[in-house]
């Protein structure tokens, strides 16, 4: 019997050539962008999944408030670890990990005998505890995990940062000379090299160094350290295998009282303490940035819901065609029905058939998806393996998704062909009955309101990336080249640097700074008017520059002046702040120049004068709003970056400008620059790659959605060649029978687009809550959506029309 239903199925395949083509070419389609999209969301999923203590890792993070500032940072104070260690007998180890937020890149060198130095900046070179890899799984090459960072000035390597520095030869015991403020250019020994996991981890290090070397050593080789300030070290706990977080948790308000509420009484503010399990950081949006940054579960949900809609509607192509295919294969389940054939053999007969279907477009998708996949994971900033394929829970979801794709798509077909009443159909009658049609158009209604859905998806993500990549900030973005100085060679060359590259008539402007607009700034302050107490404070972020820096960059004065050379009494006790920093401490603006501000630090209060207001700025991402700003003199150059405002047409003449006058200042020190307005929308990758995606994958599923349209047009056509035959012979037009074929279906489209259009906008509206600078969804939006998806189905359908209209109507005649 089940050789019987596999001849049957396959001549059915081979006899409709064309709707077998198309259900499997639709189902093929289908099944590789779901899997291609589930291989991504199960890659997002399985962040830190993989260390071996991955249940006992928790991340110790605060919520800070106070009357300015209401926000989770994931960050402690140095003390912070041990006195976790010793109060809590839960806790089997703890780690820090420092991330530099001086150095955005660290220059390491390696000098060998006889051979020239190598010199790299190297990015995600993280201090942690000797303990890191007794919580954090690492596959050593070379070296030992457990003793890796016992020895002072030692350092951990990922293979790949080996193989740049010392080739195809051993790491293990060579020395590294490190520069900047991790290694203040001292030599470290390599102790270690580990397989890089970096795409399965939110800590995506090259390489490793111990705690207690460096700036970050020194400060922590300080005596009673604060445990309140100074939230410089991402706290990791392990619990013991026997250890309730919840209870842990319990404890903590009790830990809070203990070490942080006095301290927290003299600076104004409160602290909540609480853990996130370590697997869940990846997606832990409420922070943005936990070691690297976070992403936001609301992506992928966008993503599932792309490939559930994508493989439904090629599910709902195969029962389209199926069901509009009834009136050729009714005789055969009439004539089986006669003959004794139960319904649920019948049954088991056509489901038997789209599971060969669906069998066949699952070996098609994965051929797919071995030459997809380089694409996809440029696409997606994955690195997606096709190895991963053959992991048993993939296979089995492979598998499963192929078997369920079968049950939904032959599901109604099945079970609406084999309740067929023999007799009727053997007579010709309900072939096709009006619930068929009904079904059919309902479908048709259904996949065109998940394409335009999706349609109105795409523009809405795409107008927000202009948006963003169009506002207005309050600086000059273009023509801004950031140059870091990584190294205290390269911060001691500043002021010659500077000079010389200002030699250059194309070079309009330079200076220095510490943090710039769209990079991150950890440092802040808390500021209060002289009659207010410190309870009253508000955060204000802040950045020391040159006294050119605000020039150069461009920001805008409403009041007051900036800081000049002119003015000898402008030294770091002076600020220049934005609006925002005035209308959070209550401060008019006619009365802002001259206005006293205070800071409390350890007991001790600081005075600062204003001197300057810049109209605010945008200084992070436009996800948040802007926020208090102020800006002060650094008096001896220590700058992390210079800014240099050109003015060329030619922006690789003046980049080998400033390159070669960097290597006559620092041969040993590579050059490196980036344009601010790009640091800018680095900020805004999770967004980009989301707009991509679902771009790409919105245009496939309106390629099947037609798909299935022009084989129920070609299907259509067929059914009405004699009408047609007839309306020709009577004088009809080939416009008019070209129209006349195409309504109904415009009809459906049409409904699909009022439903449509509702729905996507909540669902928008909702996706832009994300963004504290937004757009309004503009009406031109449905309007192009509405116009493009009837575009597209009436030139999917007159395809078909045109060629049935074209028909010699003696031939139509004929042909019943």
């Known amino acids: 019997m089940l050789t019987s239903y596999l001849k049957i199925a396959f001549r059915n395949l081979l006899r409709s050539k064309t709707f077998s083509a198309i259900n499997i070419l639709g189902l093929s389609v289908g099944m590789t962008c779901c899997l291609l999209l589930l291989l991504y969301i199960r890659s997002e999923l399985s962040f830190d999944q993989h260390h071996q203590h991955a249940k006992q890792l928790y991340l110790m993070s605060s919520a800070v408030k106070s009357p300015g500032l209401n926000e989770e940072y994931p960050r402690l104070s140095g003390p912070m670890a041990a006195a976790i260690q010793s109060e809590f007998p839960e806790v089997e180890k703890v780690a820090r990990l420092y991330v530099n937020i001086m150095d955005d890149k660290t220059l ?63 790491a293990l015991n060579k020395t590294v000379r490190i520069s900047g403020s991790t290694g203040n250019g001292d030599n470290f020994r390599v102790s270690g090299v580990y ?82 399990p370590v697997p869940e950081l990846h997606l832990y949006s409420q922070i943005q940035a936990i070691v690297t940054p976070t992403n936001s579960t609301t992506y992928l949900y966008i993503l599932a819901s792309v490939a559930v809609f994508t493989l439904l509607i090629a599910c709902i192509n195969f029962m389209n065609l199926s069901t509009a295919r009834s009136a050729k294969r009714a005789a055969e389940v009439g004539i089986r029905k006669v003959m004794g054939a139960e319904r649920g053999s019948l049954i088991r007969q056509f489901l038997g058939e789209s599971m060969i279907l669906s069998l066949l477009g699952l070996v098609i998708a994965l051929g797919l998806i071995s030459l997809l996949l380089p694409a996809f994971n440029q696409l997606a900033g994955k690195s997606l393996q096709v190895s991963e394929l053959l992991e048993p829970s993939i296979a089995l979801s492979f598998v499963g998704l192929t078997l369920l794709t079968g049950l939904i798509a032959g599901s109604y077909p099945a079970f609406f062909l084999s309740m067929f009443n023999p007799a009727q159909v053997l007579k010709g009658k309900f072939v096709n009955s009006l619930s068929a049609v009904a079904l059919r158009r309902g479908l048709v209604v259904f996949q065109f309101v998940v394409a335009i859905g999706l349609v109105l998806a795409t523009f809405v993500i795409q107008e927000q990336m202009r948006f963003l990549r169009n506002q207005s900030l309050g600086f000059t973005q273009d023509q801004q080249i950031a140059i870091p100085l990584r190294s205290s060679e390269s911060r001691g060359m500043y002021t010659a640097f500077r000079n010389e590259i200002l030699r250059n008539n194309q070079v309009v402007s330079a200076a220095g700074t510490q943090y710039y607009p769209g990079i991150m700034n950890p440092t802040d302050f808390g500021l209060y008017r002289p009659d207010q107490t410190v309870n009253e404070m508000q955060n204000v972020k802040n950045s020391e520059v040159d006294f050119e820096y605000l020039q150069t960059m461009g920001f805008k004065l409403v009041a007051g002046r900036l800081f000049s050379r002119q003015f000898p ?118 967004e980009v790659r989301t707009s991509r995606i679902v771009t790409y994958f919105t245009a496939i599923s309106i390629l099947i959605s037609c798909l299935g349209l022009f084989g129920l047009a070609a299907f259509a056509a067929q059914q009405r060649t004699k009408e047609i035959g007839v309306r020709k012979v009577l004088g009809a037009s080939i416009s008019h029978i070209v129209l006349l074929l195409s309504t109904d279906f415009l009809k459906l489209v049409i409904i699909a687009i009022l439903i449509a259009s509702p729905m996507a906008w909540w669902a928008m509206n909702r996706w832009l809550q994300n963004f504290a600078y937004k757009i309004t969804i503009p009406w031109w939006i449905f309007v192009a959506a509405g116009v493009l998806a009837l575009l597209i189905a009436f030139i999917t359908v007159s395809f078909q029309s045109i060629k049935a209209a074209l028909m010699n109507p003696v031939k139509s005649l004929r042909s019943e």
């Open 108 to 170: 390491l060198q390696v000098q060998e005998t006889g051979k020239p130095m190598k010199s790299f900046y190297e990015t995600q070179g993280y201090q942690v505890d000797s303990t890191f890899f007794d919580l954090f799984s690492y596959e050593f090459t070379e070296g030992n995990s457990e003793k890796a960072l016992f020895q002072p000035n030692s350092i951990v390597l990922s293979e790949e940062v080996a193989h740049k520095l010392f080739g195809n030869t051993p």
């Open 195 to 276: 397989r890089d996991e970096s795409a399965r981890s939110h800590i995506d290090a090259r390489f490793f160094v111990p705690m207690y070397v460096g700036m970050i050593g020194n400060y922590l080789r300080q005596p009673n350290l604060d445990y309140t300030n100074n939230n410089l070290f991402t706290t990791y706990l392990r619990l013991r295998p026997d250890a309730d977080a919840q209870q842990l948790e319990q404890k903590i308000p009790a830990f809070v009282e203990k070490y942080m509420r006095s301290e927290l009484k003299r600076y104004g503010y409160d602290k909540r303490l609480f853990l996130i």
């Open 569 to 686: 009494g402008d030294t770091n006790n002076r600020l220049v702040v934005n609006e925002s920093t005035l209308r959070k401490l209550q401060i008019p603006l006619r009365k802002a120049i001259g206005q006293k501000l205070n800071f409390n630090w350890h007991g001790q209060t600081y005075q600062y004068e204003v001197i300057g207001v810049l109209k605010d700025f945008h200084h992070e991402n436009l996800h948040q709003p802007i926020e208090p700003y102020a800006f002060m003199l650094m008096t001896r150059p220590n700058f992390n970056y210079i800014i240099a405002h050109v003015n060329s047409d030619n922006m690789e003449n003046v980049l080998g400008f400033l390159e070669r006058t960097w290597k006559a200042l620092r041969p040993d020190e590579p050059f490196e620059y980036s344009f601010l307005n790009e640091d800018f929308q680095k900020n805004y990758q999770a």
